[in-house]
């Protein structure tokens, strides 16, 4: 029996990381290090002949048995081939649609729009747009959902036409360019430095200072899933540890899959203020 330990980012839109147990016929996965969905890749077997539903049997026994002697947790993480929404006028990576775990798993680019958060997320702010509301306005008025206008000023960097390329990032973090949207040949077979790919989720580089705050926030509000993320520099990882203590809501599901903590300390204190949301 041949069996992989891997983790995965969740996309479209980011949704943290995914731990799977993979005995090539069926896998395990699990958001939380605790709790696995099962899932077989072989038909059901209900109503199959004797030697399939035995097959299913066996693989279903397979994959029960490496969940059982499964590694400690973060499995590594392989989803090296990542799709990026294009800077319109550097044609640089500007925001991380989705990844996938090998070149084969390429699909077509069919949603040319870079989405941060699942439709039914509320309550991400932004203090900075919010006092630039405030101070435009004649008079006091609700501000601007924050989310939306995050979504709209990092797909306005990309448009009018969209360009969206896959890259296959190697081991010192460079990518090699691969097929996409709107992908000029001149493009296809780049070699762009680690340097040129944002480490988190949406490049941190913008003129306006409005834009700027609303991605800090933006990586804020997900500190807790992308502390899981691998290979982060120290001070990217430093900082996400300090912005946890903002939104520590989601540090219980996520904590079992941090690669490491650098100040122990400091997370303990977020984790008891994680378990009091919890709770209440």
Same mark, same amino acid.
């Given at each position: 029996?041949?069996?992989?330990?891997?983790?995965?980012?969740?996309?479209?839109?980011?949704? +943290?990381?995914?731990?799977?147990?993979?005995?090539?016929?069926?896998?395990?996965?699990?958001?939380?290090?605790?709790?696995?969905?099962?899932? $077989?890749?072989?038909?059901? /077997?209900?109503? @199959?002949?004797?030697?399939?539903?035995?097959?299913?049997?066996? =693989?279903?026994?397979?994959?029960? *048995?490496?969940?059982?002697?499964?590694?400690?947790?973060? #499995?590594?993480?392989?989803? !090296?081939?990542?799709?990026?929404?294009?800077?319109?006028?550097?044609?640089?990576?500007?925001?991380?649609?989705?990844?996938?775990?090998?070149?084969?798993?390429?699909?077509?680019?069919?949603?040319?729009?870079?989405?941060? #958060?699942?439709? =039914?997320? =509320?309550?991400?702010?932004?203090?900075? $747009?919010?006092?630039? =509301?405030?101070?435009?306005?004649?008079?006091?008025?609700?501000?601007?959902?924050?989310?939306?206008?995050?979504? !709209?000023?990092?797909?306005?960097?990309?448009?009018? @036409?969209?360009? @969206?390329?896959? #890259?296959?990032?190697?081991?010192? +973090?460079?990518?090699?360019?691969?097929?996409?949207?709107?992908?000029?040949?001149? @493009?296809?077979?780049?070699?762009?430095?680690?340097?040129?790919?944002?480490?988190?989720?949406?490049?941190?580089?913008?003129?306006?200072?409005?834009?700027?705050?609303?991605?800090?926030?933006?990586?804020?509000?997900?500190?807790?899933?992308? $502390?899981?993320?691998?290979?982060?520099?120290?001070?990217?990882?430093?900082?996400?540890?300090?912005?946890?203590?903002?939104?520590?809501? *989601?540090?219980?599901?996520?904590?079992?899959? #941090?690669?490491?903590?650098?100040?122990?300390?400091?997370?303990?204190? /977020?984790?008891?203020?994680? *378990?009091?949301?919890?709770?209440?």
């Amino acid at each position: 029996m041949q069996v992989a330990y891997y983790a995965l980012r969740r996309f479209c839109p980011y949704q +943290g990381m995914i731990q799977v147990v993979d005995v090539g016929g069926a896998r395990a996965y699990s958001t939380d290090g605790r709790h696995w969905t099962v899932r $077989l890749q072989s038909p059901n /077997a209900r109503g @199959l002949a004797g030697g399939q539903a035995d097959a299913s049997q066996t =693989t279903a026994d397979d994959l029960m *048995k490496a969940l059982n002697d499964r590694p400690p947790l973060p #499995f590594p993480q392989q989803d !090296r081939i990542e799709l990026w929404l294009l800077d319109k006028q550097s044609h640089l990576p500007l925001a991380l649609v989705k990844t996938r775990r090998s070149i084969d798993e390429i699909d077509a680019v069919k949603d040319p729009s870079w989405r941060p #958060f699942l439709s =039914t997320t =509320t309550g991400f702010q932004c203090a900075a $747009l919010a006092a630039g =509301t405030q101070r435009r306005a004649s008079g006091p008025i609700a501000p601007a959902r924050a989310q939306d206008v995050l979504e !709209r000023q990092v797909n306005l960097a990309a448009r009018p @036409l969209p360009r @969206l390329q896959w #890259f296959q990032r190697l081991d010192d +973090g460079s990518g090699l360019g691969q097929s996409g949207m709107r992908v000029d040949e001149h @493009l296809l077979g780049r070699h762009l430095p680690a340097e040129a790919f944002p480490e988190l989720l949406v490049s941190d580089v913008w003129e306006d200072p409005t834009t700027r705050a609303l991605v800090q926030d933006y990586h804020a509000w997900h500190a807790s899933l992308l $502390l899981a993320h691998q290979n982060l520099s120290h001070a990217t990882r430093d900082w996400l540890e300090q912005a946890v203590h903002r939104c520590p809501a *989601k540090l219980l599901d996520n904590y079992a899959m #941090f690669p490491e903590v650098l100040d122990k300390d400091a997370m303990q204190v /977020a984790l008891v203020s994680a *378990k009091l949301i919890q709770a209440s």
